[in-house]
RNA sequence: GCUGAUGUGGCGGAAUUGGCAGACGCACUGGAUUCAAAAUCCAGCGGGAAACCAUGUGGGUUCGAGUCCCACCAUCAGCACCA
């Protein structure tokens, strides 16, 4: 009997998603499970063989997690606002709306066809009003609490299309989609203040279960490092100079100081330097290279020395010279530097190009390095010993910090500084597809929030999307709808045209489906404290440093302000690896490399689908599609379908086969909650085999057989289950359990070595003392056979383990 | 350049974390079934005649190394001078 798993398949599809059979309860009486999968946005090109990967595995987990008896909350979303809806909409003239409202559908109908155990009674659309009702809502309470001002940043804008662009858009240098080249442009944005909580981002690391690879992702983004302010005057004047360093150790072989070009120190002083002229020249052609241009042309060094102008070395109290270059960042410490050519890599690099001074303040401890700083710059912090270095000299580099520090503060010269890469959030974007930031600007009042009770500030329904002169959103063009009255003073005023960024409305996501449909808060106070923290939340490696920092940060300051409970929202994130084409690159159109999802399905079927690509390789790497193995997931599942012809009557596991099953619940159970989706899958076919060997499964272990299998291939099991004449939905039923003591072999084939090398297995009783493996071993043929004539040095034995006779 | 990851049969990958390398699947080969083919079922499948040799390469530690240590090579991903 063939199985049509297009029938089948769609039978309890439609019996789940009619009945709401996964849907999360709202009795809080019981234990709760919260798996979040990253929600998808919605592109045109519908669903792509990545999303299932994520999703099949967190689907598997939670309907193990439903089984065992758990409230499981697993939903489902779209992160709808974005650019290409809206550069569609510029090009084709459709509302992004329509479009966004057309792609949902599409993967609303791909996503069940797969038959994910997602509540769709929760769906969350970022682009719905009553759920963007609340992104503007936080932003208001961040703005409230002064984490949200208004700065001047440069945003990339393109001299032909004549809009803001994102950097994704610039490629090269130039617009992405007319070729003109980019520049940086000037505007007055609105900035989130994320840096105020880099220390917190950092220490609650501690308290949460995140793969280790992403804690140190996160850690290195936020970029903590401790060292030095430290104050050079400018000799002559009453300036100075403030830099920031990790080396205040070196201070002594500080013999140049380099600037950034934007540094105000070339204004203040223009008078005094006597190259002014060259030094602007070096500025603008600084202003003129983008961020790209900057690192794509700094392999090698560009400076100007500032002439006319010294700064004195406050320890030494020598006099050296001040340049400015580019390698050297305004948004970094305070833009400016000390340069120790001899221990640092980028110093030296730039001290080579121009032959400028160099001192050696450090030597190594260890007596076998020839360190000769003519060659390379000694960075090796650990062996380090100051010499050439006052009060310094002879201190390790650790304690030359700490001394020197101490000094600094003494003599009102310095101070100990932490600082972090991390910089604040740009949270403007000149775009008419984002949530409208609900402020307003009045001559009189100044920047003024939205009212709470006139949220949401619904986005109007425009016609021309084009963004506006000057870079401009598109909803600057839209006077009746900027000129407003000011909430303060009901004077004449005007709303902010600049809209969110797509990572707002994707920052709290998952706390709305706590309580979606909640029109007087976020969620309710009670679902929240109820469902949160996420218990494990999967996403992809590209998330790891923006969206989880950002979501992070929004989180923190709700629990701050009192609107969630705990500090951190994802108690676990795991992340997948990416589905390659099957030459081994990156899936895309040009390459002519793409799977639809569609075409799977409608092929091998949805069950297939998801056990391969749960087969494919470990869950955390990247692995190629494969059309061959996937008909081999389609095989297997026959097979299992094809044991109805051998089932015999039995209401427990038959003698055969009791070890096996208890063996298998145990390691699918662990298999499961470790994410070894792929040995689990082979577990499942060493057992379908040894039935096929024996032609012959009982009831009583096809029920726990498909029970097992059921996370993984959902559709086929029901129908088993049915087919088994029981009533229940399987997904209702409780997980099956093992006995530890029927895992275990009472016999064991012990590996026995010679000399370390394998000779042969010996069959034992588990758990044997030395004494009597040692009297098998010395009976054994193939043992004695060996031993003639050798003398025996050592006898190894690890209990149920190995035998191992060392000899001469 | 820096950081991180990976490297095991023809291919995707297992290996209880230092104890029988190659589980499971794909591909391939042979057999059964069939008028025939497909499908299905059964068997074989790292190399070598064998002793033995094999987990990117070269060393090391150990009774014993895919697993630990040192050096190197290759591939992939991310970052871009962070003082």
């Not at 983004?221 to 150790?249: C, H, M, Q």
């Not at 440093?545 to 629990?559: A, E, I, P, Q």
């Not at 012959?696 to 029920?703: C, D, G, S, T, W």
């Not at 394998?758 to 043929?781: F, G, M, R, W, Y």
Request: aromatic share 12%; proline share 4%; with cysteine.
């Amino acid at each position: 009997m063939a199985y049509n798993f297009t029938e089948i398949e769609k039978k309890w599809q439609n019996k789940w998603y009619s009945e709401g059979t996964f849907n999360a309860q709202d009795d809080h009486s019981k234990e709760k499970w919260y798996g979040l999968i990253e929600f998808p946005y919605p592109s045109g090109q519908g669903l792509h063989v990545g999303h299932p990967r994520s999703y099949t595995a967190l689907d598997i987990i939670a309907r193990k997690k439903r089984m065992q008896g758990y409230n499981v909350l697993y939903p489902i979303g779209f992160d709808a606002f974005g650019l290409p809806a809206e550069n569609y909409a510029i090009k084709n003239h459709v509302h992004p709306k329509i479009t966004t409202q057309k792609n949902i559908a599409h993967f609303t109908e791909q996503l069940k066809a797969l038959g994910f155990s997602f509540d769709w009674s929760r769906v969350v659309d970022t682009t719905d009003p009553n759920y963007y009702k609340w992104t503007q809502w936080i932003f208001i309470q961040l703005y409230k609490h002064g984490l949200a001002y208004k700065t001047t940043m440069p945003i990339n804008f393109c001299t032909g299309c004549k809009v803001g662009l994102a950097n994704e858009e610039v490629v090269n240098g130039v617009c992405e989609r007319c070729g003109s080249p980019v520049v940086q442009k000037e505007k007055s944005q609105w900035m989130l203040k994320i840096t105020e909580y880099a220390q917190r981002l950092i220490d609650d690391l501690d308290d949460v279960d995140f793969l280790e690879k992403i804690k140190i992702q996160q850690k290195n983004w936020i970029g903590r490092s401790e060292g030095a302010e430290v104050k050079f005057n400018i000799d002559g004047t009453s300036e100075e100079l403030i830099v920031y360093t990790t080396r205040p150790d070196t201070l002594f072989g500080a013999t140049y100081m380099v600037v950034a070009p934007e540094h105000l120190v070339m204004e203040t002083l223009k008078d005094k330097i006597t190259n002014i002229d060259e030094i602007k020249e070096y500025q603008k052609q600084a202003s003129l290279k983008s961020d790209f241009e900057r690192a794509e042309l700094n392999k090698d060094k560009t400076g100007v020395e500032i002439k006319g102008i010294k700064a004195v070395n406050p320890l030494t109290g020598s006099l050296i010279p001040i340049w400015v270059s580019d390698y050297v960042l305004s948004t970094y410490g305070t833009g400016a530097i000390m340069a120790v050519p001899a221990h640092d890599d980028r110093d030296y690099a730039f001290t080579k190009k121009f032959n400028l001074p160099m001192i050696q303040v450090i030597e190594s401890n260890d007596e076998s390095c020839i360190c000769n700083i003519e060659e390379e710059p000694f960075t090796d912090v650990a062996t380090g010993k100051l010499i050439n270095s006052g009060f310094l000299t002879g201190l390790s580099v650790e304690d030359a910090k700490k001394s020197v520090i101490k000094h600094l503060e003494e003599n009102n010269i310095g101070t100990k500084k932490i600082n972090y890469k991390l910089r604040d959030w740009v949270f403007s974007r000149q775009r008419y597809w984002g949530e409208p930031i609900p402020m307003i600007y009045c001559e009189d009042c100044g920047w003024v929030t939205v009212p709470e009770t006139e949220l949401p500030l619904v986005l109007p329904e425009i016609e021309d999307y084009e963004p506006g002169e000057n870079g401009e959103s598109a909803l600057a063009k839209h006077t009746e709808w900027i000129n407003t009255k000011c909430p303060h003073c009901g004077k004449d005023a005007k709303r902010e045209t600049d809209t969110m960024p797509q990572w707002a409305g994707s920052s709290w996501y998952f706390l709305r489906y706590m309580d979606p449909h909640n029109n007087d808060a976020l969620a309710s106070k009670e679902s929240l404290n109820y469902w949160g923290p996420v218990d494990w939340y999967n996403g992809g490696m590209e998330h790891t440093t923006l969206h989880l920092l950002y979501s992070r940060f929004w989180h923190k300051f709700l629990y701050d302000i009192g609107v969630v409970s705990t500090k951190e929202p994802y108690q676990k994130r795991t992340s997948h690896g990416m589905i390659l084409g099957s030459n081994g690159e990156k899936m895309s159109k040009s390459k002519g490399n793409v799977i639809n999802p569609d075409d799977i399905v409608k092929d091998f079927g949805a069950d297939t689908f998801r056990v391969y690509e749960m087969f494919m390789g470990p869950f955390d790497q990247t692995a190629p599609w494969s059309m061959e193995s996937i008909r081999g997931c389609g095989k297997f599942l026959e097979r299992v379908w094809n044991m109805q012809e051998f089932l015999v009557d039995g209401d427990s596991y038959s003698s055969k086969f009791e070890k096996m099953m208890h063996k298998a619940i145990k390691k699918v159970t662990s298999d499961i909650e470790e994410m070894k989706f792929n040995t689990s899958i082979s577990t499942f076919m060493t057992m379908v085999n040894e039935f096929y060997k024996e032609k012959q499964i009982n009831k009583a272990e096809f029920k726990t057989f498909i029970q097992l299998l059921n996370p993984f291939a959902p559709h086929m099991t029901e129908e088993l289950n049915e087919f088994l004449g029981n009533k229940e939905t399987i997904a209702n039923t409780p997980w099956p359990t093992f006995e530890e003591s029927k895992t275990i072999d009472d016999e064991i084939e012990l590996p026995f070595q010679f000399n370390g090398k394998l000779k042969a297995t010996i069959i034992i009783p588990l758990n044997s003392d030395e004494q009597s493996v040692k009297d098998i071993v010395h009976n054994n043929e193939t043992v004695c056979g060996l031993l003639e004539g050798k003398t025996i040095i050592k006898e190894i034995y690890v209990k149920n383990k190995i035998y191992n006779i060392v000899v001469k």
